[in-house]
């Protein structure tokens, strides 16, 4: 088994990590380190063992509090961390993902942009709209990161679930970068579900630029 983990730039704006957790995020699993699984394994041993055990935990679905990982980890570093609430984001503990940053912030570890990431994959599977937009003004203004396109992304991702296509649109109309596929496609899906033609063309024509040699795009408009 394939357990996955990222060692990123400690000041969030290393694209490139952001971009192999983000990965994890969308299918699912997190980035590439293979360990043999043990239930029996030294968590008092350093952070990666105790890391190892905890993605391993998560992975599998194991239901063991994340507090026992933790208070058998010697060093809880940025990357402990960051697996954890992410880990937990991913499987739906959203609240336990939110949780688990606030003792982050409380022991002192500074976010970066791989944390945050977590949060706001935490909001978009809670729905809790107004949180997750508090959480991304935080991670610009109070902590100095630059947002990459998958935090973005999941911005997108939590708008539309309240219904507020249009500020998804204008969120996304004011990213500094261009958007890719997925946000073009979850755009699309969302006007599709609150039955928006006006906005679901807008989203089309978008689409289809950012893939013009699709096909499949042209019959994205309603369902057949």
Known sequence: ?????????????DSAAVKAY???VREASLITYSIPFSITADLTADTGGGQGL?????????VIPQSQV???????DLISWNT?????????????????????????QK???????GILCA??????????????????????????????????????RAGRLEQAMDFVSKMPMEPDVVIGAGLLGACRTHKNVELA?????????????????YGKMWPG
């Open 1 to 13: 088994m394939a357990l996955k983990v990222y060692h990123g730039d400690p000041k969030g704006n």
């Open 54 to 62: 905890a993605i391993g935990v998560l992975n599998l679905a194991i």
């Open 22 to 24: 983000d990965a994890g």
């Open 201 to 217: 063309e807008v989203a089309l024509q978008r689409l289809i630029e950012l893939e013009p040699k699709n096909p499949a795009n």
């Open 111 to 117: 976010p970066d942009g791989i944390t945050f990431l």
């Open 84 to 108: 954890l609430i992410g880990g937990l984001a991913m499987h739906g503990r959203g609240v336990d993902a939110l949780n688990l940053f606030i003792r982050m912030k409380n022991a002192g």
């Open 70 to 76: 933790f208070q058998g980890m010697k060093t809880k």
């Open 123 to 160: 909001c978009t599977h809670m729905g809790p709209v107004e949180d997750g937009l508090a959480y991304f003004q935080s991670m610009v203004h109070d902590n100095s990161i630059v947002p990459q396109i998958e935090h973005y992304g999941c911005m997108v991702d939590l708008l539309p």
